[in-house]
């Protein structure tokens, strides 16, 4: 398939500065369900309940607030300029006539489909050759919010998937088209972890003593190796980094705000500050660059560290202010659990995640903006040939959208389809098309253009 300029299609929404305005208060609501992957992704529609007030960026703090490149973003905030640009609230409409096509070719192979939970994402390992997905009964809220009093997780497992390399370019082959299989299947009841990496999947244990561990669970065989396993505390929303770098949030049985933990080798170092609580850690790729979310009576920002020691994490932290009031852990949770820590082929670290406040998926970049897809966006993923593209996951279609060019966009794909791996080597990419009980599997290579 090949989609050149000029192909229109219908009109994207286009996205421009807005000056900033009182803070204004959203009213955010809880899902009745948990069947749908739309649970996990951070919609605002999904999001807890309450009320949660968006931050006036004008505050963001740090070395580095304020900083821009100076290119045109597709939205939103340069903290510490004197026109501070806040999140639109709604999509703003473009001409279809303004649109252009990115150009690109792409191959597709549908792979069959898998059991779901219906509530939490599936693992694919990065040479997208395994699927780790949670089976069985979905997950209490209160156990995935590892809060005090949570149950176990049982009647839940983790089905691993065995998924067929490439066809070969040519010649249609007889017989039916290879499609994932089932490896293996881990009966005891974990909860399926955030991130993956070669060798194995993260998981977490809830133990009848209130404590929870953590390990990582091998592709091939299930056996878990226990990376944390402290009774006496709460481990949870573990994050795998570059070289063995390992970053989780864990408190004690009895208490409710979380510490950062973080170990590199054998140096192993904690952040805690007072009634905060540091949630969801996320590696950026670029050594020990750490993303992270702190909720502090209401209040909820996103930070930015160089984690390769407590002092130099405190001497590096930016922040970025995402809501003034009501913000809990289940906002955070919701935020990034499908967040991606990426570092582009120019070195720029940037964080993939739902904004608390206006449901949008947006992107961080510490040194420069804050970037806010279109409202009718679900989640977004980055392209793995293109740093300055993402792969747009709406409730229609997928997209290529431009990061520095609102109206360049590129219709890939009909349908809900979510990106959940992506080889910048190879250009290919795990795409999952949630369903009632069961979860497409279809795999999209991009490939270059002659």
Known sequence: MRHRRGDRGCGPRSFRRIPVRRPRTVALTRAATRVGLLAVLGAASLLSTGCVTEADPRFASGPGAGRSSGRAPVSSTGAGTTEVPRLPDGPIGARVDDVRSLEVRLALQPLGAIPHDGFTLPLVRPDGRRIAAATGFAPEWSTVLAERGASLPAGSQIEVLHVPA???????????????????????????????????????????????????????????????????????????????????????????????????????????????????????????????????????????????????????????????????????????????????????????????????????????????????????????????????????????????????????????????SADPRTGECILLEPGEGRMGVVRLILLPVD
């Open 166 to 420: 490439p066809q070969p370019a040519g010649p249609a082959r007889s017989g039916p088209p290879p499609e994932v299989t089932p490896a293996f299947a881990i009966r005891e009841p974990l909860l399926l972890g955030r991130f993956c990496n070669d060798q194995g999947f993260l998981v977490e244990s809830p133990r009848p003593s209130g404590a929870r561990w953590i390990g990582l669970a091998d592709w091939d065989t299930g056996a878990v190796t226990w990376l944390v396993a402290d009774d006496s505390r709460v481990s949870a929303f573990a994050a795998l980094g570059p070289g063995g770098l390992l970053a989780w949030s864990s408190r004690a049985i009895d208490s409710e705000n979380f510490e950062l933990h973080v170990r590199a080798g054998t140096e192993q170092w904690r952040l805690a500050t007072g009634q905060r609580s540091w949630l969801l850690p996320v590696w950026s790729g670029r050594g020990a660059g750490l993303f992270a979310l702190v909720v502090d009576n209401g209040r909820i920002e996103a930070v930015h560290m160089d984690a390769g020691s407590e002092s130099a994490a405190l001497r590096s932290v930016r922040r970025l202010p995402l809501a003034a009031s009501g913000a809990t852990v289940e906002t955070a949770y919701q935020a990034v659990v499908g967040a991606i820590g990426h570092l582009d082929d120019r070195g720029i670290e940037q964080l993939f995640f739902v904004h608390p406040g206006s449901g949008r998926p947006s992107i961080w970049r510490p040194n420069e903006n804050l970037l806010a897809l279109d409202a009718t966006a679900i989640t977004a993923a980055p392209d793995p040939r293109s740093p300055d593209i993402a792969l747009v996951t709406t409730r229609t279609q997928l997209q290529r959208q431009s990061l520095t060019r609102a109206r360049d966009r590129e219709d890939l794909l009909r349908g809900l389809h979510v990106v959940r």
